[in-house]
């Protein structure tokens, strides 16, 4: 029982929840890059959240289903079809042997997941099967991305009637303010002071909070680029320390990078603030040239706000 890859796409990757524990070790934490859509695609087979899922990165995906199997995809509109037939994102369908499920080009956001029922099943790697490409460790192939001929065994399901019925879907409030079109757009990113954010300036400050950045075509799984009017810091470096995710570093350029989930594990340069665990989320949906803001959030309705997500899909971390 299996997928065979047709075409690998852009970039199409297998993650879960990520390499946890192993930074101390040098090891990236990977894992998908929008938690919130990677889950929801899980949530709707029923699957456990630490079940593998292909991250398809700006579409051009093609599988071929050697089994008939019960799926789900959510996040980023790529005009995804079984053969000829479209599909909506943000909810299940059944694919049968022989039939081929392609994704064509993102109309909103940047990156949808696909899971199929009972998870993909592979060797886990330092308890995960996430694929970092600088650590060369994960998916099939040593951090390699999906390519021609690959193939991806999951669980045998017995499909019936009921399962081609009863189709489920996310709710469009949970998603639909979500995604950003690909043309040109604006966001609020929320974050909260960084470690070093009393070594810069009243004015850094200011000019960090009230101007609108421009995300960069350099961005990746890696980090996020932003580029604007530079910071005017007279900082020169830290003492390396931890990164976590979503921390924004400012280099001697003086254009913030925000750290993500195939983040390097150790840095020198400021943190002048941590973007929110939801904005990480909703940064791995915007299409290079978005215009961002950041905006500090109030750290005890963040806190509530992720306990509750944490809750609602089971997940301890």
């Not at 053969?83 to 080009?105: C, D, M, Y």
């Not at 002071?193 to 000019?207: I, N, R, T, V």
């Amino acid at each position: 029982m299996s997928f065979k890859v047709i075409n690998g796409g852009l970039l199409s990757t297998l993650q879960d929840l990520g390499r946890l524990g192993h930074s101390h070790t040098g090891f990236s934490q990977g894992g998908s890059l929008d938690l919130k859509a990677a889950c929801w695609a899980n949530y709707l087979l029923g699957n456990s959240m630490d079940c593998a899922v292909i991250e398809i990165t700006l579409g051009q995906l093609s599988l071929q289903a050697q089994q008939s199997t019960v799926f789900a995809v959510c996040g980023a509109n790529m005009q995804m079809r079984i053969n000829e037939r479209p599909l909506q994102p943000w909810r299940s369908a059944v694919i049968k042997a022989g039939e081929t499920l392609s994704f064509g080009h993102c109309r909103q956001g940047m990156r949808c997941y696909l899971s199929v029922s009972g998870g993909f099943k592979l060797p886990l790697q330092l308890g995960s099967v996430a694929t970092v490409s600088r650590d060369q460790l994960g998916g099939l192939n040593a951090g390699a991305k999906l390519q021609t001929g690959d193939v991806l065994p999951f669980s045998p399901v017995n499909i019936n009637k009921q399962h081609e019925l009863n189709q489920q879907c996310v709710p469009a409030t949970y998603y639909q303010h979500g995604y950003q079109s690909t043309h040109h757009s604006w966001v609020n990113l929320n974050v909260f002071k960084g470690p070093q954010w009393h070594l810069f300036s009243a004015k850094d400050q200011q000019a960090f909070l009230q101007q609108h950045f421009v995300l960069d075509q350099q961005s990746n799984r890696m980090a996020a680029k932003f580029s604007g009017e530079p910071l005017r810091s007279n900082i020169k470096g830290i003492v390396s320390q931890g990164i976590n995710l979503g921390a924004i570093q400012v280099p001697p350029n003086g254009l913030p990078v925000a750290l993500l989930n195939d983040r390097q594990t150790l840095g020198g340069y400021a943190k002048i603030a941590n973007l929110t665990s939801q904005a990480c989320w909703q940064l791995a949906q915007l299409p290079p040239g978005c215009h961002v803001q950041f905006t500090l959030a109030d750290l005890a309705n963040e806190q509530a706000s992720l306990r509750q997500f944490y809750r609602f899909f089971g997940i301890n971390l």
